[in-house]
């Protein structure tokens, strides 16, 4: 198994208040998603990046913001929760820009309630 | 716009059983299509990726093709711990590595 670890992996946060969550990886690949899953969506990328200090918005961004100070860690910080945000988030990691699988997480339960 | 459709959503086996699972697909210009299975409450675990139109992988009982339009998930003889939802993704060219998934097809393995 590729080394992601996602914490936590379960979390209830009220709306309004902030969350982070983070998703470290000990493979040094450059590439790290932020997806969420939802009955009926599919996976959705939310924000991806391509190195430290470099990121990018994916389909559904609006309410989150990401930070990757090292290569290992990608944090996924969802500013004021709200019920919408009620999803799993997995977090992964890829070699290459482009035509190379990408590797999954163990995924994180959000409640808000 | 990508778009992933798969079919069917459910679908019941009885062990040895072969099947095949669909997946069609509109993008832009393919530079992959992925093949992922899930397992309740982990992480999609990769199986396969497509690349060009004829191209097929196998990988135990599983067996993957793909065409201009769609691509198959071949699944013979198929056992209980084949149980799982099956995951299909599409990668355009130039989009830095961003999957575009199906809802996925759950499929169960009886004895």
């Known amino acids: 198994d590729a080394g992601i670890t996602q914490s936590p992996r379960h979390k209830v946060t009220e709306t309004g208040t902030p969350v982070t969550l983070r998703c470290h990886q000990t493979e040094n690949h450059r590439y790290m998603y932020w997806y969420r899953q939802d009955p009926g969506h599919g996976l959705r990328l939310i924000h991806y990046?391509?190195?430290?200090?470099?990121?990018d918005k994916g389909e559904v961004s609006d309410g989150y913001s990401v930070s990757r100070s090292k290569t290992e860690d990608f944090l996924l910080t969802l500013e004021s929760a709200t019920s919408s945000q009620t999803s799993v988030y997995f977090c992964a990691i890829s070699t290459n820009w482009e035509g190379a699988e990408a590797f999954f997480g163990q995924g994180t339960r959000l409640t808000v309630v | 716009e990508d778009q992933v459709t798969q079919s069917p959503e459910a679908l019941r086996l009885q062990e040895g059983e072969s099947s095949s699972l669909n997946c069609s697909y509109t993008v832009s210009g393919l530079r992959g299509l992925f093949w992922y299975r899930q397992d309740p409450g982990k992480g999609p675990e990769f199986l396969f990726t497509?690349?060009?139109a004829g191209e097929e992988k196998e990988k135990e009982r599983l067996k993957a093709t793909l065409t201009k339009k769609e691509s198959f998930l071949h699944i013979t003889a198929p056992k209980p711990e084949d149980s799982a939802t099956y995951l299909c993704a599409v990668q355009a060219t130039g989009t830095a590595s961003k999957l575009t998934f199906g809802t996925g097809t759950r499929l169960q393995v009886t004895l």
């Open positions: 497509l690349y060009s």
């Open positions: 990046s391509y190195g430290v200090k470099d990121t």
